[in-house]
């Protein structure tokens, strides 16, 4: 199973990107990058997926360079509603979940 | 997204007593489906994955005898804690896989007294 290192913590104030990167050098062939965000005492909740290349869905962006041994969640103009702990996961199934970024948006 | 629902949300219960927790997949098959722990301040971590219709397959140091899952169909397993005590109190979240991606649960708090 494929490690992550992610940072450990980030702050940002409101209204501007914020760009989490996530290192996977061991990243296997059938691995799927997915980034999840957990609010206390909830389950964490799916933001987005991909493979390679550039991912864009209604919440954020995913880039993924070609060696595929990094991963960059881009997060456009955060409100105070998205600090929170965001996970950067590879694997076909089973996903080992590491420490994650805890987010701090300030006003 | 896809729906997994968990019931209950939060439960608590006297030490020696087993307790069970549901987890389903509303709008897709889940044929696999895995259950975690977290425990306060810390990360998820992964108990066992259940495949439907098989045994679930534990991960190293969970005791299969005392956290006890069932997947009887592609949309519902279920977990029993069997002689719970107060170290099991903790948050449990389960997972569906829906092709390549895990949607997880709500989450459910147990408390042992």
């Known amino acids: 199973l494929a490690k992550t290192t992610q940072p450990i913590s980030m702050d940002s104030y409101e209204g501007q990107e914020v760009n989490i990167t996530c290192s996977h050098n061991?990243?296997?062939?059938?691995?799927?990058i997915t980034w999840y965000q957990q609010f206390p005492s909830q389950g964490p909740r799916f933001i987005i997926q991909?493979?390679?290349t550039k991912v864009t869905n209604e919440v954020a962006s995913l880039f993924i360079p070609a060696d595929r041994k990094s991963s960059t969640l881009s997060l456009p103009r955060v409100s105070l509603s998205d600090t929170a702990v965001y996970y950067c996961?590879?694997?076909?199934?089973?996903?080992?979940f590491g420490k994650g970024t805890r987010l701090s948006v300030i006003a | 997204g896809a729906v997994v629902s968990q019931h209950p949300s939060w439960v608590i219960c006297k030490s020696g007593t087993s307790v069970k927790i549901e987890c389903r997949s509303l709008?897709?098959?889940?044929?696999?489906m895995f259950w975690y722990r977290q425990f306060p301040k810390q990360s998820l971590m992964l108990m066992a994955t259940?495949?439907?219709?098989?045994?679930?397959?534990?991960e190293q140091g969970v005791e299969k005898d005392k956290f006890l899952i069932n997947h009887a169909s592609l949309t519902l397993s279920t977990l029993t804690v069997t002689s719970a005590h107060p170290e099991d109190s903790s948050f449990y979240i389960c997972s569906g896989a829906d092709q390549e991606t895990q949607y997880f649960g709500p989450g459910t708090r147990l408390l042992v007294l």
């Open positions: 259940s495949n439907e219709g098989s045994k679930a397959t534990y």
């Open positions: 996961l590879v694997g076909d199934r089973t996903l080992v």
């Open positions: 061991n990243i296997a062939t059938n691995d799927y």
């Open positions: 991909g493979y390679k």
């Open positions: 709008d897709f098959q889940a044929t696999t």
